[in-house]
């Protein structure tokens, strides 16, 4: 009796040995997965707040990942692209940017495929993205010039 319930003992802890060592093994792919995924020029579809949708003008809003860490940040055909790096860490989106001054952005990934991206923000505010080619051509306002 005694023999038996030591061997169950030894089973079970060599399973949950094992079982943890995957879950860990296959979050770290996850995570492998979501850095290679990521790189890429990525053209948002669409902005969701308080369920309030906005579907930006044209292709020429979203993001470059490329895989040295840096990225390109397209705001549309009205404004010069920005400039900057980010860092993939588990399934949250991490950049940063200059302009007159350092901006930082936090986002969480909801879902990464080889097509698609959905962003979070901290605010609530989901960025519905897909890959694809940029085509921003630069609307520039003239009333300005001297």
């Keep these: 009796m005694q023999k038996t319930l030591l061997f169950l003992f030894i089973g079970l802890s060599f399973t949950l040995l094992f079982t943890s060592?995957?879950?860990?093994?296959?979050e770290e792919k996850k995570s492998e997965n979501f850095t290679e995924l990521i790189i890429g020029e990525w053209i948002l579809q669409k902005t969701v707040l308080n369920g309030v949708e906005e579907i930006p003008e044209g292709?020429?809003?979203?993001?470059?990942f490329w895989a040295n860490g840096d990225i390109l940040i397209e705001q549309g055909v009205?404004?010069?692209?920005?400039?900057?790096?980010?860092?993939v860490t588990g399934?949250?989106?991490?950049?940063?940017y200059e302009t007159t001054t350092t901006?930082?952005?936090?986002?969480?990934?909801?879902e990464l495929s080889s097509n698609q991206l959905i962003l979070e923000a901290a605010d609530g505010s989901k960025e519905y993205l897909k890959k694809g080619i940029?085509?921003?051509t630069r609307v520039f306002n003239?009333?300005?010039r001297n």
């Design 134 to 136: 940029f085509d921003c």
């Design 21 to 26: 060592c995957s879950k860990d093994e296959s």
């Design 78 to 87: 009205y404004y010069d692209p920005l400039d900057g790096v980010y860092l």
């Design 59 to 64: 292709n020429c809003n979203g993001y470059n």
């Design 91 to 96: 399934n949250v989106l991490e950049y940063e």
């Design 142 to 144: 003239l009333s300005n």
């Design 103 to 110: 901006n930082r952005r936090r986002k969480m990934i909801i």
